[in-house]
């Protein structure tokens, strides 16, 4: 069976000191742009949720992958965008739809100094360069921990005001903190939705309900070998259950 790598990433940014708590959320420009370039280089091509659900069901084939940027960070904006355009890669940035043009206030209680996220206009940039637009929710929160109306609500909601900022439809919605479990994913079904992502390991076949679909996460901690090895060994091989 085919196996598919979505590639999951928050911050593209200068990494900075080792005991800022995010430290491992950030992937230096530089190695993004080393990351895209091998797998260019090895024949892949990188692909947005909305244009990488043919190859996961199985109704198209080719060497495909998945790039998803989690939270809508404007340095997204700044330094993945120019080198998706490079290669002629697509991908998804789920973005917070309440909070757009704000900061990642629910880090707030980790003590580090907030990030900017992409504003509307940002966003609209972004869907302009053919970048899809993505939920993460109306405001980061932990839906299992809110009553079944509210993250109803959070999951209905963001994509209404998501498919406003961009006059288009929003398609591919991405749980906060991974945070699930069947119910919220027949929610986000019957809300219009035709995918989910999560922050379970693994790569991605056909045999995945394509509303929980398990993501490869890229760190500062990942040099480039474990990148490669990461994208290319075979689901069967790594799958953790
Ligand atoms: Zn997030």
Redesign the pocket.
Known sequence: MRSIPILMY?HIDTVPARDDPLWTLRVAPSAFAAQMRWMAGLGYRGLSMRDLLPYLRGEKAGKVFGITF??GYCNVLEHAAPVLAQWGFTSTC?F?AAKLGQS?D?DAHLNIAPTRLMDADQVRRWASLGQEVGS?TLD?CHLPQLAPALAGEQIVASRTALETVVQSPVVSF?Y??GDWHPALAATVRDAGYSNATLTERGLATARDDPFALPRVTVSAFTTLPKFLFKCLTRAEDRRRR
């Open positions: 928050h989690d939270d789920y917070v990642n629910w993460h980061h991405c906060p903190y």
